[in-house]
């Protein structure tokens, strides 16, 4: 089926620096969401973007739509320990689902 | 808070067994649908119900159905199960169609399944 791959996997950083990961698919996609995910927990919205080449920020979060519509990048500056998780990306293709990658673990050391 | 709750948090089963997972959604919110996520997976989509009736189905196969009912609690079903069915069971609300209308889901924190 159709697939978001989701890079890096993991990450190890030091609390203060800036993150960054990202998404691409074969596929177009018309919506593009960025997921935070805590142990035990469902998924949860940080981020939609809507339209290609859209740039949109969150507080410490800032995502962009590829111009092609096949890819998508999170940034997270100034780390704290909170933003400690799993962060999933997703995208519509105008369907009812929702397709998730594989999901980014953030650790971040104090 | 998201609004959605869902029970059992914890489940063990034995292959062959049936399960039933249930979700209580907020009122007002039509849209119902189910996500299966293994471990170290993102979520995968298994159907979406819309004002009680299955309105899009991803790729599992029948042993899995689900029920919606009026007073926005929903089920999830799965007969005959296989050791590959453990994973955390998710459901997802929105007041319309959902994604398809790039409306925001509120997802539940998930049953976690065992199947021994």
């Known amino acids: 089926g159709q697939q978001l791959n989701q890079s890096p996997q993991s990450m190890f950083i030091q609390e203060g620096e800036d993150v960054s990961m990202n998404c691409t698919s074969s596929?177009?996609?018309?919506?593009w969401l960025w997921y935070k995910q805590d142990p035990g927990e469902g998924p949860v919205l940080l981020i939609a973007?809507?339209?290609?080449?859209e740039l949109t920020s969150n507080g410490r979060l800032t995502a962009q739509f590829g111009i092609t519509r096949k890819d998508s990048f999170l940034n997270i500056s100034a780390s704290i320990p909170s933003d400690v998780g799993i962060y999933f990306c997703?995208?519509?293709?105008?369907?009812?689902?929702?397709?998730f990658g594989q999901g980014t673990r953030l650790t971040i050391n104090p | 808070e998201t609004g959605v709750t869902q029970s059992p948090t914890h489940l063990i089963k034995t292959r062959g067994q049936q399960v039933t997972l249930r979700c209580s959604s907020q009122s007002g919110h039509n849209t119902v649908s189910w996500y299966q996520q293994a471990l170290g997976q993102g979520p995968q989509f298994i159907f979406q119900y819309y004002r009680e009736e299955e309105n899009g189905r991803g790729n599992f196969p029948p042993r899995f159905s689900g029920l919606q009912f009026p007073n926005y609690s929903s089920e999830l079903n799965v007969n005959a199960l296989e050791l590959d069915d453990s994973a955390l069971y998710l459901c997802a609300s929105s007041i319309h169609l959902g994604v398809a209308t790039n409306e925001k889901l509120f997802f539940g924190s998930g049953t976690q399944l065992s199947v021994l």
């Open positions: 973007l809507y339209k290609a080449g």
């Open positions: 596929s177009i996609f018309n919506t």
């Open positions: 997703a995208g519509t293709q105008g369907a009812q689902k929702l397709v």
